[in-house]
């Protein structure tokens, strides 16, 4: 069994607890997010014959009164960077995390949530938003917490990515 | 020793080229050298020969081994697969040597092993014991109850120095857990998870409290638990402890993470996620799980002597309880016993032979008369329990009056109004009863068990009862004429017709009484004028009134007489009595069927 430690980053509110709490299996309670920053959890993908277990780092989203402690980023293979369809300034935020994660650790895979898939009609970020960052080379995957859509892939996504190294 | 090396110009030495004239740098060497060349070319045939090497490193091989086991342990740790691996060809190919050389501590070795199990199972069974009777055991049940923790946990709780619980070998760039073992009966969470979390609360202690990289969280404590943290380059390890530790454990924790970045120095190098490698750790990170015991399992410090038997005197005092009170119950139930078994005696018509205790119940036989009481129906008010009691009842005939009296009513199915009693062999009888049931009675009674007499004189016989009365009431009938006259006067002869009823029933009444009957039809003339007269005057009344009963009841023997004045039914002292006397009256005369029966 390969183990792999992955954080999720994203600004405040952008739905990853709600990402953790249906599709990832919890031991720790969400109190130790506005604690300790971070809570840790665990997420089992098959990759072909393999099965892969992710030691999710689920970071408390950043805003402009905390940011995240860059040394829970240390010793990640890869990350999520979570977005909300309906706030576009939380996929600018997405974008300075993505920065300053790569400063903290170097370049390890990624992809992008942008969740609430399933409010579509009242998103805010435009399909121009979405291509700009598919040419710059981001796995974007629109996903939801509430319907599971995307979330699975996006995971197994990354996972294989970590695996080719 | 090797020989000495000899400076020569012959054998190997001599086959060197000497130098040419032309290469003056090479005269100059063999000038110089000449005298070593030739040991110099015996060290280098020394050095390429393996076997000449091999028989120089065996010269010194074991002081260098003793030198070097002194020194650390490196030369074992690294022996060790090779020995292992050894020793596991050696017995799969000739296990018999392995056999007969373990043969002689086998033996032995067995012995002390199972002579330390009892000793532990013993030592166990006394704690076991002192934690069930003492005041503490009962305290530490409270505390189980109250925390809704198993007992069993809290007496390890309370009496335990310390137990090493869990230890996690954790990555520790990444976080993530290379290895983990955990005692039997310990609670494990999901320890990759632990893991993560618990290098996150470091990362976060360091960050918020500053320090260099190296520093770090090393220890920290939670309730009953603490949890110390040794750090290596590479690893960390943890171990969660139970109670208070002492500070060799902090040693024993480093070691084992020293030697585990010796041992697995390239493994933890090169780690990208696959902890496999780190199973080989196990062994190191079990030998941590270390524990000590309280001296005499935690309770109060108190004598030794004391303490150690303070079990045993509760074993006792309870074993002594429940003697007294197996006896006390005993001695209840057999009195009880012996009560019922009293009262048995006392009943008529039961007659115990035997009785006695066996398999811890009540075991009673005898003689038992179908009319007795039920001996099972008494045991409820004795206070004993069918379940308890095992009877066997053999039927008999009892010779007890009122057991013989209830024979005789059952046999001779006697009616309400005969009483029946026996006494000293006799059964005697009393009241009324059919002449059908008094012959019956007197033919059976003598065949009934314990009736050696039947005494029936007082038993009335209802049949002739009623047989007298009808004689009675016919005898008191008068039929009355006028003066001189033997005609019936209108006025009588209603009379007559009631009696001619009356008359009509005798028969009958007579053969149920075992009698027979005939009637007399008897006239009379009053003392007035002479018996000449009287005479045939009264028989022509009594013929008279013989021919009207003839007429209607053929089947009745009836005889007509005439007495004159000579039997009077009254003294004649007025004109009423001499009216009475002018008459007819009849007599009904019975006589026996058959002799009577005497009675006994």
Known sequence: MIQKKICMLGAFAVGKTSLVSRFVKSLFSDKYHS???????????????????????DLYGEDEFQKIRTSYLRGSA???????????????????????AEEAIGKVPFVLMVNKADLTDKWELDADALEELAGRGWPAFKTSAKTGAGVEEAFLTLARKMLAG | MDEPVKPDNGGQAAEAPYPSPEDPLGQLRGLLLAADHGQVV????????????????????????????????????????????????????????????????????IRKSIASTLADMLESLNQT??????????????????????????????????????VFLIHRKTGLLLAHVSAGG???????????????????????????????????????????IEQGPEAILAGVIQGNPPRELRTVLAETIEKIHRDQARALEDFEGDAEPFQACRGDLEACLKSQRQPGGGSAPRSKGARRYRPLFAALALLLAAVGFWAFSTVSRNRKWEAYLERLAAQPGIVVTASGRRGGKFLVTG?????????????????????DVVASWKPYHALDGELVAARARSVLAAPQTVSLRAENGA????????????????????????????????????????????REKLEATRILFARGSSELAPSETGKLDIAAREIADLPALAAAAGRQIRVEVVGR????????????????RAERVLGVLRANLPDVPLTATGVGSAQPLVPERSEEDRQLNRSVSFRAVVNDLQPPETPR
């Open chain 2, 42 to 109: 015996k060290l280098q045939e020394r050095l390429d020969d393996p076997r000449s090497r091999a028989e120089d490193v065996s010269r010194v091989l074991t002081e260098a081994i003793e030198i070097r086991t002194r020194e650390d342990r490196s030369l074992t740790d690294s022996l060790l697969p090779t020995v292992e691996e050894a020793i596991g060809i050696s017995v799969r190919r000739h296990p018999e040597v392995l056999v007969d050389g373990l043969f002689p501590v086998m033996g032995p070795a």
């Open chain 2, 129 to 166: 014991l002192g934690q069930s009777f003492s005041r503490q055991g009962l305290k530490w049940r409270l505390e189980a109850w109250r925390t809704g923790k198993p007992f069993s946990e809290v007496v390890l709780l309370r009496t335990l120095l310390y137990r090493v619980e869990q």
């Open chain 2, 186 to 228: 310990s609670g494990v969470q999901d320890a990759d998870m632990v893991s993560g979390m618990l290098t996150a609360i470091r990362d976060f202690v360091r960050d918020s409290f500053g320090g260099a990289e190296t520093d770090a969280l090393d220890a920290f404590r939670v309730g009953e638990r603490t949890v110390w």
């Open chain 2, 367 to 387: 003689l038992r008369d179908p009319l007795a009481a039920d001996p099972a129906a008494m045991l409820a008010p004795a206070k004993l329990r069918r379940e």
């Open chain 1, 78 to 100: 890869g990350y999520v960077l979570v977005a909300d369809g309906t706030r576009r300034e939380t996929l600018d935020r997405a974008v300075i995390l993505q920065n300053r």
């Open chain 2, 525 to 540: 003339g009053d003392s007035e004028g002479t018996e000449d007269l009287n005479v045939p005057l009264s028989r022509r």
């Open chain 2, 427 to 470: 059964l005697l009888a009393a009241g009324s009863a059919s002449r059908r049931w008094i012959e019956e009675a007197r033919k059976l009674a003598r065949a009934i068990p314990g009736v050696a007499r039947y005494d029936d004189r007082g038993v009335a016989d209802t049949d002739r009862r009623k047989l007298d009365l009808a």
């Open chain 1, 35 to 57: 604690t300790v920053g971070v809570k840790v959890d665990k997420k089992t993908v098959a990759v072909g014959q393999e099965q892969l277990d992710l030691l999710l780092w």
